[in-house]
T-cell receptor
Framework: AQRVTQPEKLLSVFKGAPVELKCNYS??????LFWYVQYSRQRLQLLLR??SRESIKGFTADLNKGETSFHLKKPFAQEEDSAMYYCALRDRGALNFGKGTSLLVTP | DTAVSQTPKYLVTQMGNDKSIKCEQN?????MYWYKQDSKKFLKIMFS???????INETVPNRFSPKSPDKAHLNLHINSLELGDSAVYFC??????????????FGSGTRLTVV
């Protein structure tokens, strides 16, 4: 079964510290993976997709097929990064989301 | 504005009632979706429609019935509402089958509270 696992429900870091939000997946085929961010009570916004290999708001994510991972990283966390982060796998067009990791960046 | 718009934004209703949530997109996308975000913030696909045809129908009670009058609209009708239906419902749309395949846009959500 196609599955996305985000092992951390909550991650708390200090401002300026590095942050890594973990995501592992299981998929039979070539996965299409994404990171979405949801700020408090707002809509989901696309943060990254593995195809484009871009960096948004200082975040990067590398697809590691050997480890079936797509971890999200940022070298220096900012308070405005506090939000809910979802890793997602595209399957039959729809997005299969992980359970999300709540990131809290404290001053 | 080009967007995915949902109405209403908030919906409070009593158990047993029937309600509808509307969704419209003006992005020219050919596929629309409904997702449910529960109280634990878990997001799960409910339905997807491609050109008015049902593509995905996950394990959702048949009290939930999506209706797509055209490819720009996907409404969600819920019969006999239950307390457990309280959640935030997100509509989304995308374009598939072309490169770049991406163009996945979410609406701002409808917060449904059943009392």
């Amino acid at each position: 079964a196609q599955r996305v696992t985000q092992p951390e429900k909550l991650l708390s870091v200090f401002k300026g510290a590095p942050v890594e939000l973990k995501c592992n997946y299981s998929y039979s085929g070539s996965p299409e993976l994404f990171w979405y961010v949801q700020y408090s009570r707002q809509r989901l916004q696309l943060l990254l997709r593995h195809i484009s290999r871009e960096s948004i708001k200082g975040f990067t994510a590398d697809l590691n097929k050997g480890e079936t991972s797509f971890h999200l990283k940022k070298p220096f966390a900012q308070e405005e990064d506090s939000a809910m982060y979802y890793c997602a796998l595209r399957d039959r067009g729809a997005l299969n989301f992980g359970k999300g990791t709540s990131l809290l960046v404290t001053p | 504005d080009t967007a995915v718009s949902q109405t209403p934004k908030y919906l409070v209703t009593q158990m047993g009632n029937d309600k509808s949530i509307k969704c419209e997109q003006n992005l020219g996308h050919d596929t629309m979706y409904w997702y449910k975000q529960d109280s634990k913030k878990f997001l799960k696909i409910m339905f997807s429609y491609n050109n008015k045809e049902l593509i995905i129908n996950e394990t959702v009670p048949n009290r939930f019935s999506p209706k797509s009058p055209d490819k720009a609209h996907l409404n969600l009708h819920i019969n006999s509402l239950e307390l457990g239906d309280s959640a935030v419902y997100f509509c989304a749309s995308s374009r598939i089958g072309t490169e770049p395949t991406y163009g996945y846009t979410f609406g701002s959500g409808t917060r449904l509270t059943v009392v």
